[in-house]
Nanobody
Framework: QVQLLESGGGLVQTGGSLRLACAAS????????MGWFRQAPGKEREFVAS????????YFGDSVKGRFTIARDSAKSTVYLQMNNLKPDDTGVYYC????????????????WGQGTQVTVSP
């Protein structure tokens, strides 16, 4: 089992920045893929970014490329999502997730999920 706990959400104005953190505990492995997803009201869950504990690769959704970065601190078992130049369309609940079956942008590939943290970007 893997437990994930997100933090760092909040209210920010357009153009502002936020950093989300995801603390992992339990049976984590260096090969695990850690992902961030988001979900706005009435919309499907959307892939945002992913990395692994080894930090060998990074992937981003098209809508956040050039604005968001992802990083991990293996010693703290924490993954960070740095969000810059935020837009109202970035509003939603952001979820951290862990996959043990490899790289994927599909939520179905991720077996473990945090409870989510709300990000609201005002116009």
């Amino acid at each position: 089992q893997v437990q994930l706990l997100e933090s760092g959400g909040g209210l920010v104005q357009t153009g502002g920045s936020l950093r989300l953190a995801c603390a992992a505990s339990g049976r984590t492995f260096i090969s695990d893929v850690m992902g961030w997803f988001r979900q706005a009201p009435g919309k499907e869950r959307e892939f945002v970014a992913s990395t692994s504990w080894s930090g060998s690769n990074f992937y981003f959704g098209d809508s956040v490329k050039g604005r968001f970065t992802i990083a991990r601190d293996s010693a703290k078992s924490t993954v960070y999502l740095q969000m810059n130049n935020l837009k109202p369309d970035d509003t939603g609940v952001y979820y951290c997730a862990a996959s043990k079956i490899g790289w994927s942008t599909s939520p179905a590939a991720y077996s473990y999920w945090g409870q989510g943290t709300q990000v609201t970007v005002s116009p």
